[in-house]
């Protein structure tokens, strides 16, 4: 008649369920974060320190040996120090355990007598009594505290002895030292009025009073208790949330697929004790987070220094957008909340964005508490400019690093995956590699650098609408110079590359970019050569991947394997491979690619100011969209292919000149830091060297001559001769 609820069947108590924690690890083995409702992991009776479980039960139960269950005696006790107004506890080991592992006074395991006063605090015990003495029967007095170890909340999401060693003193429950033991067993007695963050002295005094138990059951002497009483708490904080650590953005993809995969295969991220096995690699995405970092605080202050006493929120002729802000917030969670709350009542609704509160903000120097207005919030927040950096090993298809944003807590949006933006002239190497395998061009045949005008028709909701496309150079100069197509894409002369793009036709530029990989929505447009239609930052470094992958295109993974938390495998992931382009046209695109250093004029050159060049070879393409709104930068070497992307979360908000904008200022230091720090880093085993010449035979001969400024400003040449099976590159001079 469910008079007494629910109580835990003999099965039930042989495989009892627990929620443990799931956790994710790189490829080199650091365990990068956990998934879980109660943060724990089981540890076994023979890793907790003997000590440990000497003073739980001095504490907790002392008689925990002698009894099946129950303590009479300390339970009749309670009634006699009830009495003279003394409130004691009077359960066991077995009895909390009862209560932690089955629930039993939580609301599915009530009946209806459960809501009379006075009865129900008789029946919570009943059944725990019940259940407690069904745990004697079942299990040893090892596998009882072991499990009571494992269940028990310490507070602060630390669930189980593992966990709490690990949160509150960074070590294992076998290392820990006396009075970490002490506080820890104090801790359970109440949670919150001993907890060491929310009461310290409270704590203290606890852990003093624990001492005193060690000592009076000869765990301790009385001398080491003495001097243990008068050392401070001294945490040492391990205390990882979802927002911190290393790759948090990448662990939210993480948790989002291995979500599906989940509900597809019966299994609970949360509960399961899952263990991931990922592809990052932990030294790699160190590096490329304090790239982000060191590069985006320095953007930073250029930026407030560039529009300081201005608002940076401009049209396309620099002048400041009216009601920016109030058009903004309209869109924003906060309204939408406060429209419900306030049944849209405009008045009531701004009266609570203009009124001041207290909070938090994120700044490069550390966060602040400050008093803003929600408006104010938002106007400090959209002076931001973001980032996004992605590393892939294209042979394998394993995503390496993963950096969404500049700081997860504050800005949960990926710009890696998310964020959707104009890749300007980062798409460029399409329209070659089109020309190049498609219609017989080769990195030395010339196009004059001339205006160009080109006419086409465009489709508008059904209807074809005449358009005329007059593409300019970034430094607005036409120079009527024949150029080879390595020295126009080294450079981005658009010019040269828009007709390339009417000798071929932008529906070949469309089509080679998905072959590459490029899977977003591209306009038929002759602009899209140059990078005007949308494109996610994870496309661009998967599209270039099938450069240096020899021509096969290969569907990145950040998973490898999912296990049970007893080993077995559950799942494996292996990428999906397709032939996209020729070996030969793959390592054309490369050699073009490294136009961007070794041309007159390359937009690369940057990296020449960082530690790259002993023996190593690049190739690299930035990219800047109209307005200098994103700022682009693709890198590839022998081993890995990164992307970086630069800009505000409006488009509207941006550098108003080209020195400061353009993709080459703004994106390419965060590769050039980056690489600089794997090099570096023995550790990485990422050498330096040069691309792998192609192991197929070359069809066409080809013969380009391109002129390097010396350091002295003389020039030299730099040759590449391919003839038949034989490939030859002339020493190069590298200024």
Sequence with gaps: MWLFGKVPSFDLLEKPEVDVTSEVYTSDGKLLGRYFRENRTPVEFKKISPMLIKTLISTEDAHF???????????????????????????????????????TRGATSQGLLSYIPGVRTFIFKLKEWITAMKLESVYNKEQIITMYLNT????????GINTASHTFFSTSPDSLNPQEIAMLVGVLKATTLYSPFVKPINALKRRNTVLNIMAR?????????????KIPIQLKLNMQMHYEGQGTYFRTMVENFVNKWCADNGYDLYADGLRIYTTLDSRLQKHAEEAVEEQMSELQTRFFRHWKGQNPWVDENKKEIPNFIQDAIVRTKAYKNLKIKYDNNKDSIWANLIKPKKMRIFTWEGEKDTCFNSIDSLRYYKHFLYAGFLTLDPFKGHIKTWVGGINYKYFQYDHVVQSKRQ???TFKPFVYLAAIDSFGYAPCDKIV???????????????????IWKPRNSDWKITGQPMTLRWAMGKSVNTVTAQLIEKIGWDAVIKYAQKCGIKSPLKPVPSVGLGSSDVSLYEMV??????????TFTEPIFITRIEDNSGRKLAEFKPITRKAISEESAWLMLYMLRGGLEEPGGTSQALFGYDL??????????????????????????????????????????FRISAYGEGSKTALPIYGKFMEKVY?????????????????????????????????????????FINGDTIDVADEVIP
């Design 65 to 103: 040996y002698e009894h099946k269950g129950i303590d009479w005696g300390a339970t009749v006790s309670i009634f006699y120090y009830a009495l003279k107004g003394d409130r004691r506890g009077g359960s066991t080991i077995t009895q909390q355990l009862a209560k932690n592992l089955f629930k």
């Design 152 to 159: 028990v909340d310490f507070g602060y999401t630390a669930f």
């Design 217 to 229: 059951d000869h765990i301790l002497t009385l001398n080491q208790t003495d001097s243990l009483k």
């Design 423 to 425: 890749p300007g002239s």
């Design 449 to 467: 650098d001339q205006a160009i005008q080109i006419d086409y028709q465009e489709d508008s909701s059904g209807v074809m609408v005449p358009k």
């Design 542 to 551: 998967s599209a270039y991947g099938t450069f240096l992958n020899k021509g």
């Design 613 to 654: 060049f002993r023996g190593n070879e690049f190739g690299g393409k930035t990219g800047t969209s109209s307005n200098h709104s994103d700022g682009w930068f693709m890198g590839v070497t022998k081993d890995l292919v990164s992307g970086a992307w630069v800009g505000a979360a409006d488009r509207s908000v941006h």
């Design 680 to 720: 570096k880093d023995k550790e990485t085993g990422v050498k330096m060297g040069y691309f792998p010449k192609p192991t197929s035979t070359i069809a066409k001969a080809h013969n380009c001559r391109t002129y390097l400024p010396k350091v002295d400003s003389t020039l030299s040449d730099s040759l590449i």
